[in-house]
Each structure stands twice: as C-alpha cells, then as structure tokens.
C-alpha cells in the first residue's frame, strides 16, 4: 500500500501520463476513413432499396418547367419531391450532364438526366439526411443497367461509391420514364462513408465553357457560377408550393410545333447548347493529375470543381500529392494505395472510357485526406466499350497493364506510377482476379443482370420517354451477358500469360485474343446512340428504327465503327459544366422559413476558409490546451494545501 509523501508523486506521475497520452490521441494524424463512422443513414434504406423501384413524382410549375426544358441549361427551378411516399417541398432541380445533356437537347425528346438539391432553396434541408441526388437517364445505353452495374461492381471490391437505384418518376402525376437514381458524391455522401471528420472532394473536368455559359459565380467563383443561385421561384416562396398543379392536357407543345426546332431555339434563346469545346488532349488543368508546378492556377479544372469550399492549404496539399506521384516517390505517403487499386482494378474490368482512361480524363471524382489522395466512381453509361473502342474485341481484350485508349499511360500517372510498382500491380493483378472468379465466373454477374432484368422490364416495356424499344432492351441485356463472360476470359488469361497485357504486346499476337464474333457492342448502345425518347405523352419505346424518329437519331449518331464510335470521335458542341456543382453562397431564407415536415437538417460544419480537418484539430488543441492548464492548477493546489489533522 502507498503511504505518505509517495501518494502525491504517484498521483502526480499517473496525471502527467494521461496529459501526454490524451495529447497523443488528439494529435496524432488518423488514417484516412479513420474517423468516426456513424450509422446508414435512414435515406438509404428508404430511397436506394435495391429490392425495388424507387418512385419519384415531381411536382413543378408547369410554365417554369417547360422553360427550363426549352433553355436547357444547368438552371434550377423550384419543385416539391414525393419519393416512396413521403414528400419534401421547395426543392431545386435541373437538367444535367455533359454530352448527354447537348444530345438531348438537339433532339425532340425531354428525356433530360436531372439533378436534385433538397438543400438548395432551404439552407440546410435534406431527404432523410440526403442532401442532393441525381437520376440518369440511361441515354446511349440500351440494357438501362451500365450505370448500375458498374455501382455494383465498384462497391462488391471495396470502393467507396455513391448509393444507387432505379426510379419510376412521374411529373405532375404523368409518367416519365425509368431513370437510375444515384447519390450525390457530396456532403451526405462524405458523412456516410468517411465520418463526420471527413476530407475533401474535387471533380476534376476538362469540359471546356463557351458562350452563353459564363464562368464564375458558385462559392469560389467556378461552380454553378450565377446559374439557379438561391432566389425564390417565381410566384413560389421558400414554403411549399401548394398551388402547383397537374400538367393540363399532359402535350405541352411550347416551341414544338413552330417552325423552329427545339435545338435551334434553344441554341437561338440563351445557348444551352452549342457551347465551346469537349474535353480532348488540350490543357488538362490538372484533371490528369500531372504535375506541372506549385501554382494553384495550374491545377483550375481541379479546384474550380471543389465539393466543399477549401483553403489554399487544402489545395497545395493536393498538390504536393500530385507532385509526388509524378515523381513515384514516397507513394504510399501520398495515395491512398490500397484504394485506388481497387478502383483502378474494377475501372479496367468496366472498359469506360468516358473516363480519366482516355482523353477525356473526367467522370471521377478526387478525394484527399491528410494529404492522401484516391479516386471515387462516376458516370458510367457508357461503360462496356460504349466509347472510343472500335471493335468488340479491342473492347473485350483492353490490356490490365496498359488500360488506356487513345493516349499514352505517361499521361495518367495515376495508372502509370502506381503499375510501375510491382507489389502495387501484383497487388491490382489480385483485385482483377477477384474479381474475375467471385463476380463473374461465379456467376454472380448474370444472376444480378437477371434479377435486375425481373425488376425492371415492366417499366421498361412502358417506359414512356425511352431512347430503346422493348425488343432493343431484350438483345442488349443479352450481348451485356455475353460481354462480360468474355471480358472475364480475356483477363483471366491476361494474368496467367496466356493472353499479351499490354498495347504493344497485343499488336503482333491477334491470334491469342479472345474471339468477339458473337457480338455486336452497338447493340448495348453508344455514344448518341439510341432512338431519341418521346416527350411527354408520347411514348419513346412506341419508335422503330423505320420511324422518321429513329432516321433522324442516326443522323446524329456517332461516326463508323462497330459501336458507332471511332478514337478521334469528337461529341457534338454544347457541353455543359460537369456535375456536382454547388449554388453560391448567401442565400438566407425568410424568417420563419425551414425545413417541411420532419425532414432532416444538415449540419455543415467546416464550411470556412480552414476545412473540417482545420476546425477539428483547432478545437481539439484548444480543449486539450485548456485541459492542461486546469490540471497543472490543480496538481500545484495539491501540493500546496496542507490538511488538517483531527486525530
């Protein structure tokens, strides 16, 4: 037992040893995902439940939504939202999409992919905790199930990826045709998957903006610019718009039987479209993710597409990482390794090269934490060999170690510094099989395309704006079965040698790859594939590839080929901003204003100059400061005070 004088010393030393252990917790940096990981959030279960269709009835002042559709710009109007049920007033909506969204609009189809934020005219408003989501239209992909698929295949490997599911949506009570549904890669996104402490998102794009774009605006002056900023509708406060009604009549001709097309007028009337120009090898801006100097102006395409608004330490953190990459150094310090092979894994298996794959070098997003960086899915429509492939079989046997089109693997360091490393890509070379034996030869990949297939071709039989006929679906679904079985063959002898890896090896050995005679890629669909989808009461899978419709949809598709693209493939003017833009802030309801209903309220701490991971260790060193200071004044009372003895 410990007596006297020693009590105080041993009292003191087990103090001092809890100071610096506490001390150690707070300060020593966390491995990225580390934090704090809160349970599913409830918009999970209840918007992506994968067991059945998501519904969606969009509810829009019909003059406001008509001149959205005829302007098509990323502009938002006002709606209310009733998903599975349950309702949510004064939400912004708008079209999106690059080269989606400019094909569309050059047809006579409404059949726009939209994207929605609960929290754009309520500051702070959410859906079960869900803060923005968008839903595809499923253009250029006949099988409707590209984009899900691909979801699938990066969550089964261990990629974080945004929640995803079909949706019958309906506006103004009319149908409108099956969409997929997809969590937005931001706030609630970054919440569910990294915690409450989580780190940055950029998404880089090298879309270039021309005129009737503008540039500027949004929270650092590059996101959504000044388009759809935080005003309240037209005849429509921040409270919920009783008085929209049903769409009269349901034939909206606005614009449509005038002797103007809808893509002149609106080329004529604002240009949404027929904008600058789309992607290429020109200047990157970064979205290579090459290093070119310390200079965050040259890194634009990156940080102009910020998630969350960031600090110039957050952006020279990323810099610095990409700078290392480069160079090949030290990078288990600057990537998150592990994660980016196994999504670089499951992109080369998907064959999209809409993508950071080929000249493109967009549809991704970049997320940096504790000066680590990886990359995180998006926009997967044209996965499949839906673009730049020009053959079945350059398609099926896209070599794993050199998985590029059209440029050279120096040009993605991404790809080309980590397959430099050879526990790196012997570690990639384990995830492809993995993939190969568990998700494809398993089975498993035709049992999901089935059990999708039974889920949705009743929707799609009466889809009422689709760009495929039944009977078009029904082949596709099959030639995707097809794909993939030989996707998985071609792979797996890539890993035991008996197929060449690589571009240049596969040159002179035509003889040793898989053999895709027995299918058709342009059957799955395309870029600017597909017959252009009726509007609203006119029912796109009522077209035949005989129809005046359907002429005109070939007219605009892709140049020869056997999917109907070639490498030097350049998408028609008129590409948008990308996806995943936020409003400027500013914006302060009325009073009285908040949320409807019992709907969530998002917390958005971090939200200034510093970042979240600025606050929190901000806050942490001044609790643990502050702890300090109390324990020294009271270890020094201790010593001092002399008790009394009453014995």
């Known amino acids: 037992m410990i007596t006297g004088k020693k009590i105080n010393v041993f009292i003191m030393s087990m103090l001092v040893v809890a100071v610096i252990f506490t001390g150690l917790i707070v300060l020593i940096p966390k491995t990225p995902g580390e934090g704090v990981q809160p349970a599913q959030p409830e918009y999970a279960g209840n918007v992506f439940n994968k067991d059945r269709i998501t519904e969606i009835d969009i509810k829009v002042d019909e003059t406001q939504w008509q001149k959205m559709l005829d302007s098509a710009q990323e502009e938002y109007i006002s709606c209310d939202l009733t998903i599975n049920g349950s309702t949510i007033s004064t939400v912004g909506i708008r079209p999106k999409g690059n080269s989606s969204l400019a094909t569309v609009a050059r047809s006579d189809s409404d059949r726009f992919s939209f994207k929605f934020e609960f929290d754009h005219y309520i500051d702070g408003q959410t859906f079960m905790g869900l803060d923005k989501m968008v839903i595809n239209n499923v253009q250029s992909d006949a099988t409707y199930m590209k984009d899900y698929l691909s979801y699938d295949l990066m969550t089964y490997i261990?990629?974080?990826?945004?929640?995803?599911?079909?949706?019958?949506?309906?506006?103004?009570?009319?149908?409108?045709?099956?969409?997929?549904?997809?969590?937005?890669?931001?706030?609630?996104?970054?919440?569910?998957?990294?915690?409450?402490?989580?780190?940055?998102?950029?998404?880089?794009?090298?879309?270039?903006?021309?005129?009737?774009?503008?540039?500027?605006?949004?929270?650092?002056?590059?996101?959504?610019?000044?388009?759809?900023?935080?005003?309240?509708?037209?005849?429509?406060?921040?409270?919920?718009?009783?008085?929209?009604?049903?769409?009269?009549?349901?034939?909206?001709?606005?614009?449509?039987?005038?002797?103007?097309?809808?893509?002149?007028?609106?080329?004529?009337?604002?240009?949404?479209?027929?904008?600058?120009?789309?992607?290429?090898?020109?200047?990157?801006?970064?979205?290579?993710?090459?290093?070119?100097?310390?200079s965050i102006s040259s890194y634009s395409n990156i940080f102009d597409n910020e998630v969350f608004k960031g600090s110039k330490d957050d952006y020279s953190r990323v810099i610095a990482?990409?700078?290392?990459?480069?160079?090949?150094?030290?990078?288990?310090?600057?990537?998150?390794?592990?994660?980016?092979?196994?999504?670089?894994?499951?992109?080369?298996?998907?064959?999209?090269?809409?993508?950071?794959?080929?000249?493109?070098?967009?549809?991704?997003?970049?997320?940096?934490?504790?000066?680590?960086?990886?990359?995180?899915?998006?926009?997967?429509?044209?996965?499949?060999?839906?673009?730049?492939?020009?053959?079945?079989?350059?398609?099926?046997?896209?070599?794993?170690?050199?998985?590029?089109?059209?440029?050279?693997?120096?040009?993605?360091?991404?790809?080309?510094?980590?397959?430099?490393?050879?526990?790196?890509?012997?570690?990639?070379?384990?995830?492809?099989?993995?993939?190969?034996?568990?998700?494809?030869?398993?089975?498993?990949?035709?049992?999901?395309?089935?059990?999708?297939d039974l889920l949705i071709s009743e929707s799609v039989k009466n889809d009422a704006t689709a760009f495929y006929t039944q009977e078009q679906y029904a082949k596709a679904v099959q030639t995707l079965k097809e794909f993939g079985r030989l996707r998985a063959l071609s792979i797996a002898g890539q890993l035991d040698g008996s197929i060449p890896s690589t571009s240049e090896t596969q040159k002179d050995?035509?003889?040793?790859?898989?053999?895709?005679?027995?299918?058709?890629?342009?059957?799955?669909?395309?870029?600017?594939?597909?017959?252009?989808?009726?509007?609203?009461?006119?029912?796109?899978?009522?077209?035949?590839?005989?129809?005046?419709?359907?002429?005109?949809?070939?007219?605009?598709?892709?140049?020869?080929?056997?999917?109907?693209t070639q490498d030097d493939f350049q998408p028609p003017d008129g590409m948008q901003l990308p996806d995943g833009m936020q409003p400027p802030d500013g914006f302060e309801p009325p009073d009285g204003a908040g949320p409807p209903g019992n709907m969530q309220v998002l917390e958005r701490p971090g939200e200034d100059n510093q970042g979240r991971n600025g606050m929190a260790v901000g806050s942490n060193l001044a609790i643990l400061a502050g702890s300090v200071v109390f324990l020294v004044a009271g270890l020094i009372f201790a010593v001092r005070f002399k008790r009394n003895k009453y014995f």
């Open 158 to 294: 261990g990629v974080k990826t945004p929640l995803f599911v079909y949706a019958d949506v309906m506006v103004n009570g009319k149908d409108w045709g099956l969409y997929v549904a997809v969590e937005a890669i931001e706030e609630a996104f970054a919440q569910r998957n990294y915690g409450s402490d989580y780190g940055r998102l950029y998404k880089p794009e090298s879309m270039e903006m021309g005129a009737g774009m503008g540039a500027g605006g949004g929270r650092n002056g590059g996101n959504d610019g000044n388009w759809g900023a935080r005003q309240a509708p037209p005849g429509i406060n921040n409270a919920a718009p009783n008085n929209a009604g049903p769409n009269n009549g349901g034939n909206s001709t606005s614009n449509r039987n005038s002797s103007t097309s809808k893509g002149q007028f609106r080329q004529q009337n604002g240009g949404g479209v027929g904008m600058g120009g789309f992607g290429g090898n020109g200047p990157s801006g970064g979205t290579d993710l090459k290093y070119t100097d310390d």
């Open 321 to 452: 990482a990409i700078k290392n990459l480069n160079s090949g150094t030290q990078l288990d310090k600057y990537i998150d390794v592990d994660s980016t092979l196994r999504y670089l894994a499951a992109s080369t298996v998907l064959v999209n090269m809409d993508s950071y794959f080929s000249g493109m070098k967009h549809n991704y997003y970049l997320y940096e934490e504790d000066g680590k960086l990886t990359m995180l899915p998006w926009d997967y429509n044209l996965a499949f060999g839906g673009f730049q492939m020009n053959s079945a079989e350059a398609a099926v046997n896209l070599p794993i170690d050199t998985p590029v089109s059209g440029i050279k693997m120096s040009e993605r360091p991404m790809v080309a510094k980590l397959l430099e490393v050879d526990e790196y890509r012997e570690k990639y070379h384990e995830y492809l099989k993995q993939i190969v034996d568990e998700y494809f030869q398993s089975g498993k990949f035709q049992q999901t395309i089935d059990k999708v």
């Open 509 to 564: 050995a035509s003889d040793k790859l898989i053999d895709t005679a027995s299918i058709n890629l342009s059957t799955m669909g395309s870029q600017g594939g597909g017959g252009m989808g009726g509007g609203r009461g006119q029912p796109g899978n009522q077209l035949s590839a005989n129809s005046p419709a359907g002429e005109q949809q070939n007219e605009m598709q892709s140049p020869p080929g056997e999917n109907g």
